[in-house]
């Protein structure tokens, strides 16, 4: 099981930018994939950006072009640029780790609150 310690939510506001990041316990090489879902009170969580080991990127539609996910290999991290924050981006974002099909670890979760 990985450790996963995510940080960076905060207030912003419309059109404001933030960057989340996710330190994992062991090289993220060793994931299949690392992600972010995002979740709001009595929704599914939802994914929003995930990076395959290989460096290949995936984006939910609603985020695309506004978000980025990256990662620093020699640190174990995970970033999530999320440019041009809407409201409809206020949730709770975590981070996650799978290998093949499972799930290993999950971040604590960190609040994103966009006002407008």
């Known amino acids: 099981q990985v450790q996963l310690v995510a940080s960076g939510g905060g207030l912003v506001q419309a059109g404001g930018s933030l960057r989340l990041s996710c330190v994992a316990s062991?090289?993220?090489?060793?994931?299949?994939?690392m992600s972010w879902y995002r979740q709001v009170t009595g929704k599914q969580r939802e994914l929003v950006a995930t990076m395959a080991a290989g460096g290949v990127t995936n984006y939910a539609d609603s985020v695309k072009g506004r978000f980025t996910i990256s990662r620093v290999i020699a640190e174990n991290t995970v970033y999530l640029q999320m440019n041009n924050l809407q409201p409809e981006d206020t949730a709770v974002y975590y981070c996650n780790a799978r290998k093949a099909w499972t799930t290993v670890g999950w971040g604590q979760g960190t609040q994103v609150t966009v006002s407008s």
């Open positions: 062991g090289s993220i090489l060793s994931y299949t994939t």
